[in-house]
């Protein structure tokens, strides 16, 4: 990935290479994530606030858990940190990071959200991805790991609709895949809260 220079003002550059990009746009992601989880108290999160939609609380869990899927079991291959989770959270077990879901699994799996612990595993997940990245330099990013292969470490994960939702991604390098799934998407899902908690905030119940 190439360095990208900023211009500040006439007279002075602000340098920013694409480990520190990185790490800027996943910080901006868990302070967005900690506003909305916060904005959303009194909303019902098991209930899609326009059909067609996923239920609040399984897209809210679904960022940081994509963040933790995608770094920790894709790029790095290590215990997620969902594992360290129980009560306030849904089954990563049984739910994978929400993707290939049917109505009534993202319904289930909505219902065992909490903000509380929406807002710890956020946090942690976020800690523990900023600390791993800190340790990278341009090189690693040019890593093509084995997502495929890694994409076993839960049965979750290697459902046939699961598999489809990350059709695209096996061949990729680490920065592509930082980039697609690790920030990318994550932008959209975190606008796609915004809007659909303030239709359900006017319009209660």
Known sequence: MPRNTCRRGADRGVTMNAIEMLRNRRAAITAGLTDLIEGV????????????TSPLGLTLWHIPRTQDWLVNTCLRAVEEVADQFGEGLPDPGRYGFGTGLTPDDARRASTAVTRPGLLAYASAVGQEVDAWLATLDDADLEIVPPFRQRQSARAAYTSPAALADVEGLDGLSVGVLLLRPGLTHLLRHLGEVEILAQIARAHPG
């Open 41 to 52: 108290d009194g909303v019902d999160l098991a209930r899609p606030v326009v059909p067609g």
